[in-house]
């Protein structure tokens, strides 16, 4: 067990829907990261948070994409108007102590049809 | 920026035996950690082993160990005694020291796979 739960596991959707994935760091970690992958590819770094603040935001990260983590805790990450080139997977990790490691979510697969 | 590169899309071993993943870099800075993940098919990514930059010792974890050398930026895995669940992607990941976060960059993997 990484503590990191993501929900959904799965969402599929239609071209044009927003959605939204969540993501449950067990409590002490305060440093949250999204990362996208795609079929075949290694995962992309997306966007990180230290506590509630947004540190840091990829140039991946259109201004369709939207996330935030409201009082240090758990982290949504919303997709609005979903194309198809948003099927991935998108994975949420928290860091695991001094040595730069992050641990990982089982991930939120998105399809768009 | 740095970069990370596995050149080897698929490798294949048979069961017991050892395999070598290569991985290479490319940063200026001169501390930071490089990793290997596993990632099992429909599983969460799970960290294999990590190696910090200013170790000159390699890093080894039960039937894992790396071979890392520096001047060339070079970092590659090594399995000994491959078994069925070693089977996965296996990804290269570094990170800097220096920025204060944990920010991964990973190379695009490679997926090995273990015959009976």
């Known amino acids: 067990d990484t503590g990191v739960s993501q929900d959904p596991r799965h969402k599929i959707t239609k071209r044009g829907q927003n959605v939204t994935f969540r993501c449950d760091p067990i409590?002490?970690?305060?440093?949250l990261y999204w990362y996208r992958q795609t079929l075949g590819q290694g995962p992309e770094f997306l966007t990180y948070f230290q506590n509630e603040a947004q540190l840091e935001k990829s140039r991946l990260l259109s201004d369709r994409f939207s996330a935030e983590r409201p009082k240090g805790s758990f982290s949504t990450l919303e997709i609005q108007r979903t194309e198809q080139g948003d099927s991935a997977m998108y994975l949420c990790?928290?860091?695991?102590?001094?040595?730069?490691?992050?641990?990982f979510g089982e991930g939120s697969r998105l399809t768009v049809l | 920026a740095q970069t990370v590169t596995q050149s080897q899309p698929e490798m294949s071993v048979q069961e017991a035996e050892t395999v070598t993943l290569s991985c290479t870099y490319d940063?200026?800075?001169?501390?930071?950690?490089l990793f290997w993940y596993k990632q099992p098919p429909s599983r969460q990514m799970i960290l294999v082993i990590r190696?910090?930059?200013?170790?000159?010792q390699n890093a080894t974890e039960n039937r894992f160990s790396v071979n890392f050398q520096k001047a060339a930026k070079s970092f590659s895995l090594k399995i000994s005694d491959s078994q069925l669940g070693d089977a996965a992607m296996y990804f290269c990941a570094y990170t800097s020291r220096q920025g204060g976060s944990e920010k991964l960059v990973f190379g695009k993997g490679t997926k090995l796979t273990v015959n009976p």
């Open positions: 940063t200026s800075e001169s501390d930071y950690y």
């Open positions: 190696q910090e930059a200013y170790k000159q």
């Open positions: 990790a928290r860091a695991g102590g001094p040595n730069g490691e992050l641990f």
């Open positions: 409590s002490e970690h305060n440093r």
